[in-house]
């Protein structure tokens, strides 16, 4: 009989943070299942960057801040 484990995932906000999102997602990546970006905005690649490395994006057209 296999045991079923719950699945984990990471959720990070983001509004142009193209020179660090790359480290943050790979190294979510090492402690989770899935990791989802959540793209605020951004005017920079930091969506396609997150996409590239797998992580699911979700994008707000325009920047919504905190609480959005």
């Given at each position: 009989?296999?045991?079923k484990r719950p699945v984990v995932?990471?959720?990070?906000?983001?509004?142009?943070?193209?020179?660090?999102?790359?480290?943050?997602?790979?190294?979510?990546q090492r402690y989770v299942d899935?990791?989802?970006?959540?793209?605020?905005?951004?005017?920079?690649?930091?969506?396609?960057?997150?996409?590239?490395?797998?992580?699911?994006?979700?994008?707000?057209?325009?920047?919504?801040?905190?609480?959005?």
């Amino acid at each position: 009989m296999t045991e079923k484990r719950p699945v984990v995932a990471a959720c990070i906000p983001a509004f142009n943070e193209e020179a660090t999102i790359t480290p943050v997602v790979l190294l979510a990546q090492r402690y989770v299942d899935q990791v989802f970006v959540c793209n605020d905005g951004s005017t920079d690649m930091t969506g396609p960057l997150a996409e590239a490395l797998g992580a699911v994006v979700v994008l707000h057209e325009t920047n919504l801040g905190f609480g959005g």
